[in-house]
Nanobody, 116 residues
Framework: QVQLVESGGGLGQPGGSLRLSCVAS????????MRWYRQAPGKERELVAT????????NYADSVKGRFTISRDNAKNTVYLQMNSLKPEDTAVYYC?????????WGQGTQVTVSS
């Protein structure tokens, strides 16, 4: 079955960096777009970044553009989110996502807290 397993969250300092990883299994990873979402307490889940199946096309939410970079390694079935210049408002649970046959699949999420 489809599995998405995130890792790499934790406590980050304002202005610092964190790198998230998501390992996928149960589907042909190289055929699918991948996405990172986040959900802060009391807020709706929001789309942060999208990467095409080959990695040649990416899109970002305005709030993270220029600070976050999504990438993927199809040989390792892994998608990454490099987060630089962290801000307190980046604090959220971050989720890896893909869509198969119109069904959304999610990882368990990884907590990112940005605080001094």
């Amino acid at each position: 079955q489809v599995q998405l397993v995130e890792s790499g969250g934790g406590l980050g300092q304002p202005g610092g960096s964190l790198r998230l990883s998501c390992v996928a299994s149960g589907f042909t990873f190289s055929n699918k777009y991948m996405r990172w979402y986040r959900q802060a307490p009391g807020k709706e889940r929001e789309l942060v970044a999208t990467i095409s199946n080959g990695g040649g096309s990416t899109n970002y939410a305005d709030s993270v553009k220029g600070r976050f970079t999504i990438s993927r390694d199809n040989a390792k079935n892994t998608v990454y989110l490099q987060m630089n210049s962290l801000k307190p408002e980046d604090t959220a649970v971050y989720y890896c996502n893909t869509r198969l046959n119109s069904i959304d699949y999610w990882g368990q999420g990884t907590q990112v807290t940005v605080s001094s």
